[in-house]
């Protein structure tokens, strides 16, 4: 874990590795890295690179490789998930951890592969954004409020809490909502007058995910897929589920099947929607 840099101090850190699934918070991190970065640099020497090109390995080693006279330091955004197809990328990373004139920040969903492992020591400095659970979830919760200029009372936070875990997006996003109120603090009754999702839907939804006909099921995900609920929430509620009251259905997901895509997701190999599917057919 690291703080801010300054502007200064950024120049010199040579590579910084952001991961994690949770995006907003990732995103807000390099955010404020590019921020100090520019604080006293031009933007002449900030580039931007997405993994998912085809051409982005050619594009990065130029950068490293070139410098212009008009850039006194550089800074290379790198976005996505390092695999093995970058496998000739490794090198000219290391390199860069020898360079005090660019700083590469990495930002992705996903630990590295095992070429890529040395992200994860020093002198990189590597900061992890998990979603963020119990008191810490609540904080957050409560910051957010805070920006949003709204008040809360403990219980539409703790309502909130059991909703949107392991979906910052989509709090942010109701949080935004829940601003239109007039002021005061807003209560769980406050919640209800604006539609906010309650938890007893999805969790039934999730339910049904352990139906005896396969056509049932696939009807409940289709919904789920439909109604833009976070996958990795949908798969752990249904894993919570299935370990807590695995009553034997004779065609739904077990905890050794559910233990199985677990594995798999967390190796990538397979995405939360296929592992879903794979469960429940």
Do not use: H
């Amino acid at each position: 874990m690291f703080g801010l840099p300054t502007s200064d101090t950024l120049a010199s850190k040579m590579v910084i590795f952001l991961y994690g699934p949770d995006n907003l918070r990732r995103i807000r991190k390099k955010q404020e890295l590019i921020k100090a970065f520019l604080k006293k640099r031009s933007d002449l020497g900030l580039k931007y690179f997405d993994l998912s090109n085809d051409n982005v390995v050619i594009d990065i080693k130029d950068f490293l490789l070139n410098q212009s006279i008009f850039e006194s330091s550089k800074l290379g955004i790198l976005d996505g998930d390092l695999s093995y197809k970058f496998s000739d990328l490794e090198s000219s990373l290391k390199e860069v951890k020898e360079s005090k004139k660019i700083t590469i920040i990495i930002s992705s969903s996903k630990k590295p592969t095992k070429g890529f492992s040395f992200l994860s020591r020093k002198p990189v400095l590597a900061q992890s954004f998990n979603y963020l659970k119990g008191a810490e979830w609540k904080k957050f919760i409560s910051k957010e409020a805070i920006r949003a200029k709204i008040k809360l009372t403990p219980s539409a936070i703790s309502y909130l809490a059991s909703i949107y875990e392991g979906d910052t997006w989509r709090l942010v996003t109701e949080l935004e909502k829940v601003s239109c109120l007039s002021g005061g603090e807003i209560d769980r009754s406050d919640l209800d007058n604006l539609s906010i999702e309650g938890k007893s839907d999805l969790w039934n939804l999730i339910g049904s995910l352990r139906d005896e006909k396969t056509e049932n099921r696939l009807k409940s995900l289709e919904i789920i897929f439909n109604s833009g609920e976070a996958l990795a929430k949908v798969f752990n509620l249904l894993s919570f589920q299935i370990s807590s009251y695995d009553i034997g259905y004779r065609s739904g997901p077990d905890v050794k099947k559910t233990a199985k895509m677990d594995l798999a997701v967390k190796s990538g190999k397979l995405e939360y929607d296929e592992a879903l599917i794979n469960l429940i057919i």
